[in-house]
């Protein structure tokens, strides 16, 4: 589990130096880590242990190891924009993106050809889902209620 440091100090600070603390839940033991792509990229979530990080200059998504610095590319989260323009309308184009992830929940399914990686986007209430082999996310076509909890949501669809 990544841990806030605190004091304004937000992953990615020059103050820490590219370094970010974990905590091991299995252990109860603290390590600091380097990170330097959190000079240019924030993260949007953590799914087993992994980190959904988002460089917002061109929206690129990346899944990140923060111990063996393994990266997963996903396609950039720019396609969705114009499929979600409507919804975000309140909102400034340059700010999209960063609305967009800024209210997510990640889950991974990890196979040996593919890394697929689906993200409830709780500010438009659509599921966008991808794999480290597309080009771009899909988008759901039905939106999931405010307040009820995706899993039950997604129990209401057949096979």
Known sequence: MMLPEGHGLHPGHPGLRGYIRFLNLDLGTLVR????????HCAIDSVDGLLLLLRE?????????????????????????????????NCP???????????????????????TVMLALHEVHH????????????????????????QHRLRDFPD
């Not at 597309?134 to 009820?148: A, E, F, I, P, V």
């Open 93 to 115: 184009v340059p700010y999209r993106i960063r609305r967009l992830a800024g209210i997510v929940s990640a889950s991974a399914s990890f196979s040996s050809e593919a890394i």
């Open 127 to 150: 599921v966008a889902f991808a794999t480290t082999l597309d080009q771009q996310w899909t988008l759901s076509s039905w939106k999931y209620q405010h307040g009820c909890p995706i």
């Open 57 to 89: 200059e061109d929206s690129a998504v990346r899944l990140l190891h923060p111990f063996t610095g393994d990266i997963a590319e996903l396609p950039p989260l720019s396609n969705l924009l114009p499929q979600l323009a409507p919804l975000l309308y």
């Open 33 to 40: 880590a380097q990170l330097p792509l959190f000079s240019d």
